[in-house]
């Protein structure tokens, strides 16, 4: 008898990692894991203005690390391998020429960040995203931005390009597009030579490029046009039809059959985001909001047309048609900040391990931070919960949603000689858990109704501590994804689906589905303290939004 089995390429923010997956069950046969090299060593990037590039070089390395040692791992036989589909970050454009290479690979350029790829969580375009807004909402004609949540943010695609072509002349003239991560790897893998022949991503265009059946696809000449004459120039070598990720982008290309081990009738799949990815490795079904929950959070929901139709959701991250499972809607909020809260606060607390013991090795001074935060978080879950608490904002790297503004800054009140260090991790807990709630009250204010709450990512497996106050907070019991790599395998699936062994992605969903191994359900006596200190959160970033931006 012969298996099948397929491939699922997760692109973090970090690392990539692949799972090699039986399509009969679903079960993981083999995992590998690659850490950027360059991202690890901090190049490109420049914190204090936000600025976080990636080289493609890192991604392409990962690529065949990855895929290579899963095959290797599991002994299986290249040919009995159908499929791969990868899932990334977003909004993480790239520059590219007509042949849709990189523009950090060609000479010249493979130093320049302007012509890396600009990362979801690079933040240098908050006056270009702010132009945007304007001219959407002031110009006359279609409000662009309305499936997008009615806001758009620097961390998407128009106005990261819009920044890099105002900055940097040299890559606005060499740039013939721009992709998106998830399109740019599926294109090198099917080895295709002309950008034209890609098949972008559906997922990527709608929930970050303003791309809407309704309007015929992109924006409009004339309303690029207002906000630089070269956008009309980007947009010609960009796309008009969008493909969803049970689509077929190609095959596997003679290159990379060669340097994979895998034959050339491999099927690729249309690329997708990593959160979407999550949603279906985690059983998305309707009613059911997925939360995942790493460095960011992305909250992905999925909707029949005739339930939605034309409303649109305010202060979201989008609205989509097939974005997450083809003939539905999904819709998508997030924060900016989730694990990144806390692990700002590690980095402030590790600065004498940084700069006063010299003697330790930096696997040794790594090795005090874990223990130091691990030991903060036990205390801080056995602090007394009472009304007088600290209360933090979660806006370190901004607001995502509800209503994106990423110059917001974070905040904490109700401190005093008496606080401690496990009060102030508790306070930062509690505002990543007050965000989630922000973001839950949105949805069902607009009519969006949530019956289920599930949890995948890193901090849902590993931190009880936030998974329980999580489900105190929001009043919701919230199960957890038993798969510790649900976008890869949610990617799987979709790989499963273009290859042709189940007819749709709900089938590949049912048959491969891992499940659920962990339930969290609110105490009701935290619930109650909860709701006060929510209002207060709720004052504090009211205060903080209007007085101090």
Known sequence: MTNNYVIGL??????????LVDTSNGKTIASRVHWYQRWKAGEYCDPVASRFRQHVLDHMEGLESTIRGVLDESGVNPSEVKGICIDTTGSSPVPVDKEGTALCLKPGFEENPNAMMILWKDHTSIREADEINELARNWGGIDY???????????????????????????????YSWVEHCDLITHLLTGKTDIHELKRSRCAAGHKAMWHESWGGLPEDDFLRRLDPHLVEVKKNLYTKTYTSDQVAGTLSK????????????????????????????????FTLVRVMGTSTCDIIVSPDDVVGDNTVRGICGQVDGSVIPGMIGLEAGQSAFGDVLAWFKDVLAWPIDNLLEDKTEAEKEKLKDAIIARISEQAEQVPLRTTMPVALDWINGRRTPDANQALKSAIINMDLGTKAPEIFRALVESICFGSRKIVDRFEREGVEIKTVVGIGGVAKKSAFIMQTLADVLDMPIKVATSDQAPALGAAMYAATAAGVYADVQAASKAMGNGFDKTYSPIKENVEIYKTLYNEYEALGEFMEDNIN
């Open 10 to 19: 997760d692109y973090g923010t970090d690392s990539v990692r692949a799972v």
């Open 145 to 175: 931005t309305k499936f997008e949540g009615g806001v758009y943010s620097s961390e998407w695609f128009w106005a990261k390009i819009l920044h890099i072509i105002r900055e940097d002349e040299a890559v606005r003239e060499a740039a």
């Open 255 to 286: 290159e990379w059959s060669e340097k994979l081990g895998l034959p050339e009738d491999t099927v690729i799949a249309v690329g997708t985001f990593d959160a979407h990815a999550g949603a279906v490795g985690a059983e998305v079904e309707e």
